[in-house]
């Protein structure tokens, strides 16, 4: 037998210090948990209540009172934010002498903020964002140090219940058998007829029955599915189909391979009518094209469009034409020599006619050889002329001054004694008197000055003859200055970035043989342009010309060259290839399309429809089990239901003792189709549920009534007399309280049970009338016991 032995929480709900509440009397079969509202009576059946079933029930209930769209900023079960949640629960098994410590432990740092819903700490998520432990050590109980723990699952606890091999969930059960709750003790009697009768399907003991049941539901509802699924593609199909002929498989496009021109045209069944539908309006198109489209209309609109945009529209095009005709390997380097000639003539002009001339003057405009070796003899002469007076001059003009200023200090001190005035103060000669001595020194002067003066005029003559050639010189630069125009970068960039527009541009005069007519002799160029103004006039010209002239003569019918695209593509625009094909072909490619789509279309169909021949045949025999199986199930269900009527009609009866429709309450169940409704109806002959006769009281007394009825009947598990719950003096009056407690001890004394009264006296009293009765009650202070744990 299980018993609850203690429970212990700290900082959960209204509780911030541990507390611990002890059960583990084991001659106390009664707990009474009295005290004023508010000090933590219903925090206790949540403990045992999260700790059992992993659930709060009553915060399910109100998931819809607020809104989740925002996060909370702690969990609504916690007392102080910041610290650990810890809820502990102690099993004692005497069957097997097993202590069994169920730990909730909520760590404020490591735990999950959300686990269900979207946002941190919606009430709704609160079970899922515990850690749960399970242990067999009582030491586990008082030390909370969970590192050697490892967390368990629901099923683990379900285990300890109802053993390893049942498939029981304790949060089907607990609320049924075990706990009967303040807020909401009736919300089973509220639940719809169909939910009420499945809540109570645990109850008949064919969970294996019901298993295999619904494996045959679900086998019944695949195979119906696959059924009306073949039965949909075999209508599809027999509606796509035509009537059609069997063609003969002609290729039509010889040179290219497309998928409608395939001997197998069509992939797969589930495309192929998507496939046809295209085939044949391709074809349709195909033959509208080979009805109406003009391929000389289509050469038209080419040579209409390559002009119109490769030509008129481009500039650097239109230049390249001009150019073509006077376009030579040597055109830009003769054009860039008679540029550079021009700047050497004019560079010649400027200079001064007395300058010697360098012999690229001459190679450029006196190329003769003897030119430039007679000019040669008059540079050189003038050369060694302007050395010679270059040494001798600057030696003649040195000895004259230094003549000149020693005859001067010689007049200074010539009447000196020691002076003799007739000598020569130079070299000492003796002279007859001082004015002969100043006679000769002026004579050897104009001698040295003599020999200077024909130098110089030997120069001037050959100074003439060089201005000579220089005329000659500057007479040709101007003539060829007179004879040629500087030709502009521009240009000359046009003409050397002709050889990459060469290939098109001669493309494009055998396309147009008119730009090699007479037509162009008054626009092309005669000579080479020398500025770009000359070359975008003429192209202004030629532009007109061929807008007047060719492209005139090119426009074309748009009308007759519709659906182009499919000449280019299936007849890659060849005019030979079109003409090829006729209408008889395209219309027997269709034939041959439509009977390769019925032919797969039958194949399919014949499989199909064995196929669903085959599935109907199952099906039937499955219907046929699974009739007999629900009629079995559902006759042994209402067989059960039976069994609870006269209990539950007997402690409804003694319990509602002041009810004036009737004695008690009656219980009956129908099948309808696939579920067993249950209805709760008064004595009366009225067939409305309870929910429409009694008050809430009295419906919270019907549901304790029912949970008593079940535990009585069904007796779901022995192992585990458990029951709770809190405060019934709420909806019960004395006499209420007075008939429940001659239940209790006359059917439940084996029983552990968990009451709680927020009123001192009916605690009193109902431990008087359980202890005159042998039940041994403890009546539990909680205001006291939580008040002395937060003080310790």
């Not at 695949?222 to 003969?248: F, M, P």
């Not at 196929?611 to 209402?638: F, G, P, V, W």
Request: hydrophobic share 35%; net charge negative; proline share 2%.
């Amino acid at each position: 037998m299980i018993k609850l032995k203690k429970i212990s929480l700290q900082n959960f709900k209204g509780i911030k210090s541990k507390t611990i509440f002890d059960f583990n009397d084991s001659n106390v079969q009664v707990n009474i948990l009295s005290g004023p509202n508010g000090f933590g009576k219903t925090t206790i059946f949540d403990v045992i209540e999260i700790c059992l079933t992993g659930e709060f029930k009553r915060i399910n209930l109100f998931e819809n009172v607020q809104k989740k769209t925002n996060n909370k900023n702690k969990p609504f079960f916690q007392n102080t934010d910041n610290e650990d949640v810890i809820l502990k629960l102690w099993l004692h098994d005497s069957t097997s002498n097993t202590e069994y410590i169920i730990i909730k432990f909520y760590d404020d740092d490591e735990s999950p903020t959300k686990k269900v819903f979207g946002r941190d700490f919606i009430p709704g998520d609160a079970g899922n964002i515990f850690t749960t432990f399970l242990s067999t050590n009582p030491t586990h109980f008082s030390e909370d140090d969970f590192s050697e723990l490892s967390p368990t699952q629901q099923d683990q606890i379900n285990a300890i219940i109802y053993g390893a091999d049942s498939r029981v969930d304790l949060s089907s059960v607990y609320y049924l058998f075990n706990y009967i709750q303040q807020e909401d003790s009736i919300y089973f009697l509220r639940k719809n007829e169909d939910d009420k009768g499945a809540s109570l399907g645990f109850l008949f003991n064919i969970e294996k029955e019901e298993g295999e049941k619904q494996k045959l539901q679900e086998l019944k509802d695949t195979l119906t599915r696959q059924q009306t699924g073949i039965d949909e593609q075999i209508n599809q199909l027999r509606d796509s189909l035509q009537d059609s002929e069997t063609g003969e498989y002609k290729k039509l496009l010889q040179e290219k391979d497309f998928d409608f021109d395939l001997e197998l045209p069509f992939r797969n069944l589930d495309s192929a009518k998507e496939q046809l539908n295209y085939y044949q309006d391709l074809l349709s198109k195909l033959l509208l094209l080979r009805n109406n489209f003009s391929p000389d209309e289509y050469e038209k609109s080419v040579r209409y469009h390559k002009l119109n945009n490769e030509v008129l529209a481009n500039e650097q095009i239109l230049k390249a034409i001009l150019i073509k005709p006077i376009y030579s390997t040597e055109l830009v380097e003769t054009l860039e020599t008679i540029n550079s000639k021009l700047a050497k003539a004019r560079e010649f002009l400027e200079t001064s006619n007395t300058t010697f001339i360098k012999k690229e003057y001459f190679d450029l405009f006196l190329p003769e050889n003897q030119e430039y070796s007679d000019y040669l003899v008059f540079e050189n002469s003038i050369k060694d002329i302007n050395r010679d007076l270059g040494d001798i001059g600057r030696i003649i003009s040195e000895i004259n001054s230094d003549r000149n200023k020693i005859l001067e200090e010689f007049n200074k001190i010539k009447h000196t004694d020691h002076i003799i005035e007739t000598n020569c103060p130079l070299c000492d000669s003796s002279f007859d008197s001082f004015e002969s001595l100043e006679s000769a020194i002026q004579s050897k002067t104009f001698s040295l000055e003599l020999y200077n003066a024909q130098k110089l005029q030997q120069k001037t003559e050959l100074e003439e003859s060089l201005k000579a050639v220089h005329a000659k010189i500057a007479d040709s630069a101007k003539l060829f200055i007179s004879n040629n125009k500087v030709t502009e970068q521009t240009v000359i960039a046009l003409f050397r970035g002709f050889t990459n527009l060469r290939d098109l541009t001669d493309q494009i005069f055998e396309s147009y043989p008119i730009l090699n007519s007479e037509l162009l002799n008054e626009i092309n160029f005669l000579q080479p342009p020398t500025t770009l103004a000359e070359i975008v006039e003429k192209q202004a010209l030629l532009k007109f010309f061929l807008e007047q002239t060719l492209l005139a003569e090119l426009v074309y019918n748009e009308l007759l060259i519709e659906n182009k695209h499919l000449y280019i593509q299936y007849f890659d625009a060849d005019k030979e290839k079109f003409s090829i094909i006729t209408n008889e072909m395209i219309l027997e490619k269709a034939i041959y399309l439509s009977g390769s789509y019925a032919l797969m279309v039958n194949t399919r169909l014949t499989f199909l429809q064995t196929r669903l021949d085959k599935l109907s045949e199952l099906l039937n025999k499955i219907h046929r089990i699974y009739n007999k199986i629900h009629k079995t199930i559902q006759d042994h269900k209402a067989e059960m239901i039976e069994r609870i009527k006269v209990p539950f009609y007997i402690y409804s009866g003694k319990i509602l003792q002041s009810y004036q429709q009737g004695l008690g309450i009656f219980v009956e169940i129908h099948s309808t189709g696939q579920s067993n409704n249950v209805r709760f109806k008064t004595g009366n002959y009225s067939d409305h549920d309870i929910v429409y006769h009694l008050s809430s009281g009295q419906m919270a007394v019907v549901s304790l009534a029912f949970c008593l009825s079940l535990n009585k009947v069904y007796n779901t598990n022995d192992n585990f007399k458990f029951l709770s719950i809190d405060d019934p003096v709420q909806t019960m009056d004395d006499l209420n309280i007075h008939t429940f407690i001659e239940l209790v001890r006359n059917d439940f004394i084996d029983y552990q049970i968990l009451l709680s009264t927020h009123d001192d006296f009916t605690s009193r009293y109902i431990k008087y009338k359980f202890d005159k009765f042998n039940m041994s009650t403890d009546i539990k202070n909680i205001q006291q016991i939580v008040l002395e744990s937060s003080i310790n």
